[in-house]
């Protein structure tokens, strides 16, 4: 029924388009007339116009060459003025035979215009010379006159009606005339225009009389003759025969008359025709062109245009132009627009076939299915399983309503709710309890039968309301699920860690003591194994946390290349034991700082390291850091790590970051499969992603794809904090007051912080913490999160309160973030998390108490030697003796090359390198001592007493790397 009725629309909308297309076209074809109109008219406006421009030239040609014949006859009408002296300079430049006469080629001066004389031998030389200062005479007026006229100069003939003698004005063969006067033609032409020449009766009448050339008077050229009486015999012939007029006559070339033929090599004309005043013919054909009127007229063969001469004597011109001449610019729009026409012609009743079959035969189709689908849609009502009923909006009358609405009751409270409703809004979707049961009722505004009705729709929803309160029920419950989750993870972690953190401690403390070397042996598996377990439930606890949304990122500013060079020099002392190298690269684009988690990030490259070195058995491991895209704000980075092991097959790079998948399941001994998987989700939180290249036997490329924003900010300076002077003090001399309930926690961090140096004083909790205090001074507080009585945040609330500023370390077994950060709103300096090594507990201590920054003087004890030196070492094979060695002397050497430049950095970068190696011989004197002058690197600036104990400290390495190579 939609589409019946959208069909009518289309067709009513069509038909106004179509009108208005009928109207736009009628317009067009107007237009296209008046400009075809205009188009003619300026067309014949034009060709009218070069007619008149080419008729005028004609008239003025003549009316110049007659004034110049006029004016040279005029000069020689006095009879009786004596005959022409002969002239001096003039010369004969060429003498010839011309039949019975001679043909003499003269001019009066050097760059005089020559001319030609031609008569009988028995001129005498004074008869000659008269006449050829006639032609002098002649030539000089002949010269004057054109020289200033805008026109081009005839060929001037003066001929005797008797044959004696002839002049001709240029001479003959002169380069520049227009119409050339050849020397073996020179006689048929003057016979030829003595045959024109007109009776002595009309040469005394002193007028010009034009007329036809003779036909080919010159080849290739067309010309008219111009013929007037002169009165100059008595200089041209012998004194005895100089009787009678002499012929003055020009020959005019047409092709100089006609400036378009001339100028721009196109005719103004298909056929000219020149009529003199006398009515004779001197150009063209008279047909019967002469019959038309003045003006432009046509006819079958073309235009025709009759011209008079306005002004002087009456000429006529004739001018006939052919259509395919005349319509020659404006042949091809023309055509164009017949082929427009005719292309709108066509289009036209394509456009009438498409509009019939696409427009009114679907309308007329869809007429029918209207009243099919009106037929079709009164039986869907009726029988459709949602109640439908039509209300009348004026006064709420009910119009339709179907089985359904009568069946489900819900008309009597449709009606109730629409007439408690106001104004003709319909008042959409709502729910009503009919009976006991949910109806859902919607209303919508719409038009039946030419009336404003409403639609009302009505639905048994009684199902559904049931079903929602059954997911909202099951929503609490997994709400209620996940919360116990947390609260599990936290939970377990702090279970799992305290008791862990007493068999972690206690195995470095027993370290410390003296064993045998098959004890510490045990040892040695019982730590390994130990470490492997606490990285196996951190793994699990950080995967449990990134699937439950509980793994928060922090974003601070941060180095990437010291990001870097930290873990290159994390791993390096594992490397070396492994007889592997390890490179770092950095990108010379990397900026100097972004903004990220740098915890994070530090997590995958340690994971990324440190399954590089598992897997590689011999070559190198390179850590590379290169910028992929830069912007003003952002930079993509990627740190790749690549290593020559073993690679990685296909089908296991398909499941290689899946939970718990080992690509060598049992054949390293530890791990669980868990830490690229960790990587993998880190980097998607961060906005990052993982991608891995590799080939079996060849090495693998783990690559770590991130866009980070750069920090314009420059770098923090590094603290300038001066180590405290308290040299003669023990390592670490402080007081601690430390709460902890737990008694194996009580007995791990006692004995931990006396080994390091300190003086600790135990509570067992927080209130027996806060009574301990008044005591004694206490230099720092280390206190347990979760104490009965009055916990960690409780306690250090009360110091706080107190006006207590010693530092307050918060050590939880619970490792999420909100934990710590929830430590430091309650007024703590840190938090660290158990299990505690000796290592993080003296970090800890060293950042946060200035008093801990005492270093052991070296002159407070007597040097060991070497051999004290090498207490405590495992086992080394002679090989491991050699190129510990040679890494302790290569160690050495940069170590003295940054004392040298005063290169803090580079010196704590080596003793964080050369600790990492102490610890992986267990050599714990040394170890110790290098730990302790890095941190103090850390705390303060490059100072002499630090230069001196780090240059005695390089002088036992020398004597321990002297014994190692002797044992070799």
């Known amino acids: 029924m939609k589409h019946a009725s959208l069909q009518l629309d289309k067709l009513a909308l069509s038909s106004q388009r179509l009108n208005k297309a009928l109207l736009l076209l009628a317009g067009l074809a107007l237009l296209l007339s008046s400009t075809c109109y205009w188009a003619v008219s300026r067309l014949l406006e034009a060709e009218q116009q070069r007619v008149d421009f080419h008729f005028a030239r004609v008239v003025e040609i003549i009316h110049e060459h007659e004034t110049f014949l006029r004016n040279v006859a005029a000069g020689y009408r006095q009879s009786s003025r004596p005959a022409l002296q002969a002239v001096q300079s003039v010369s004969i430049v060429q003498t010839s035979p011309l039949g019975d006469q001679v043909l003499l080629k003269a001019k009066g001066f050097e760059h005089s215009l020559p001319f030609s004389l031609a008569h009988t031998k028995d001129f005498s030389k004074e008869d000659q010379a008269r006449a050829l200062a006639l032609g002098v005479q002649m030539t000089d007026y002949y010269g004057g006159f054109w020289s200033s006229s805008f026109y081009a100069s005839p060929q001037l003939f003066v001929l005797d009606p008797g044959g004696q003698a002839s002049l001709a004005i240029p001479g003959a063969e002169v380069a520049r005339q227009r119409l050339p006067l050849l020397h073996d033609k020179y006689a048929d032409i003057i016979n030829r225009l003595q045959q024109l020449r007109p009776s002595q009766t009309l040469l005394a009448d002193q007028q010009v009389h034009w007329m036809r050339a003779p036909l080919k008077l010159y080849k290739d050229h067309r010309s008219i003759v111009a013929m007037i009486g002169l009165d100059a015999s008595n200089a041209l012939l012998p004194p005895a025969q100089a009787t009678g007029l002499l012929i003055l006559a020009a020959a005019v070339d047409t092709a100089q008359v006609d400036e378009f033929e001339r100028l721009l090599q196109l005719s103004a004309y298909n056929q000219f025709t020149l009529i003199s005043p006398q009515g004779d013919v001197v150009l063209g054909a008279l047909g019967t062109d002469e019959a038309v009127p003045v003006g432009l007229s046509f006819n079958r063969q073309g235009l025709h245009f009759k011209m008079v001469s306005p002004i002087g004597e009456r000429w006529t011109g004739l001018y006939a132009v052919s ?542 030697d070497a051999v004290q030196d090498q207490e405590g070492w495992i086992e080394l094979s002679a090989a491991m003796r050699e190129l510990m060695a040679k890494t302790l002397m290569a160690d050495i050497g940069q170590i003295e090359q940054g004392l040298l430049e005063l290169d803090a950095t580079a010196v704590r970068h080596r003793l964080h390198s050369l600790s990492g190696a102490l610890a992986s011989v267990h050599a714990q004197r040394l170890y110790l001592l290098s730990q302790q002058l890095e941190e103090a690197l850390h705390a303060g600036p490059l100072s002499e007493p630090l230069v001196q104990q780090i240059r005695a400290l390089c002088a036992r390495l020398t004597a321990v790397s002297k014994c190692l190579s002797e044992q070799g």
């Open 323 to 864: 259509y395919q001449d005349f319509l020659r610019y404006a042949k091809w729009p023309l055509m164009g627009l017949l082929l427009t026409f005719i292309a709108a012609i066509i289009v036209g009743l394509w456009i009438n076939r498409w509009y019939k079959s696409r427009i009114v035969l679907p309308a007329q189709r869809a007429q029918v299915r209207l009243f099919e689908n009106e037929a079709f849609n009164r039986l869907m009502l009726h029988n459709a399983p949602v109640g439908l009923c039509v209300l009348r909006r004026s006064d709420r009358k009910l119009l339709l309503d179907n089985e359904r609405a009568v069946q489900l009751g819900a008309t009597p409270a449709v009606i109730q709710l629409l007439e408690s409703h106001d104004g003709d809004q319909a008042p959409g979707e709502t729910c009503l309890l009919v009976d006991g049961r949910y109806v859902q009722v919607v209303v919508v505004a719409a038009r039946y039968e030419g009336q404003d009705v409403f639609l009302c729709g009505c639905n048994d929803i009684t199902r559904h309301v049931d079903e929602t309160l059954m997911l909202n029920q099951a929503h609490r419950r997994a709400t209620a699920a996940n919360e116990a989750k947390t609260v599990f993870l936290a939970t377990m972690s702090h279970e799992i860690r305290t008791p862990l953190y007493g068999v972690l401690g206690n195995l470095e403390l027993l370290s410390l003591t003296e064993m045998t070397e098959r004890q510490r042996h045990y040892l040695e598996v019982i730590q390994g194994s130990s470490t492997v377990l606490f990285q196996l439930i951190s793994n699990v606890l950080d995967v449990s946390k990134i699937e439950s949304g509980q793994m928060p990122l922090e974003e601070a500013p941060l180095d990437p290349s010291q990001l870097v060079e930290d873990a290159v020099v994390a791993f390096s002392a594992t490397a070396r034991n492994k007889g592997l190298d390890i490179e770092a690269e950095v990108d010379p684009q990397v900026p100097c700082q972004i903004k990220g988690d740098a915890g994070r990030l530090r997590q995958i490259l340690h994971n990324l390291l440190g399954n590089a070195i598992k897997f590689t058995d011999s070559g190198r491991v390179r850590l590379r850091l290169t910028v992929q895209e830069r912007t003003a704000d952002t930079v993509l980075l990627q740190w790749q790590v690549t290593d020559t092991g073993v690679g990685i097959a296909e089908k296991a790079m398909e499941q290689l970051f899946k939970p718990f998948y080992q690509v060598a399941a049992g054949q390293d001994g530890n791990g669980a499969g868990l830490g690229l998987s960790i990587c993998k989700k880190l980097s998607e939180l961060m906005g990052g992603s993982m991608r891995v290249v590799s080939e079996p036997g060849l090495g693998s490329s783990f690559s770590l794809l991130i866009s980070l924003p750069v920090v314009d900010t420059p770098p923090p300076a590094p603290a300038t904090a001066l180590i405290p002077s308290c040299l003669d003090a023990p390592c670490l001399n402080v007081r601690v007051l430390v709460a902890e309930d737990n008694p194996v926690s009580q007995a791990v961090l006692r004995e931990q912080l006396e080994a390091l140096g300190a003086h600790p004083t135990v509570a067992n909790d927080g209130q027996h913490a806060l009574k301990l205090w008044h005591t004694q001074p206490f230099d720092l507080v280390i206190t347990d999160i979760n104490m009965p009585k009055l916990n960690g945040y409780e306690l250090a609330q009360a110091l706080r309160s107190q006006g207590v500023d010693v530092p307050i370390i918060g050590v939880t077994a619970n490792a999420l973030r909100e934990e710590g950060q929830r430590c430091l709103a309650m007024g703590m300096s840190a938090w660290v998390v158990k299990p505690l090594s000796l290592g993080m507990l003296r970090q800890a201590l060293m950042s946060h108490c200035r008093k801990a920054t005492g270093l052991l003087p070296m002159h407070a004890t007597a040097q060991p």
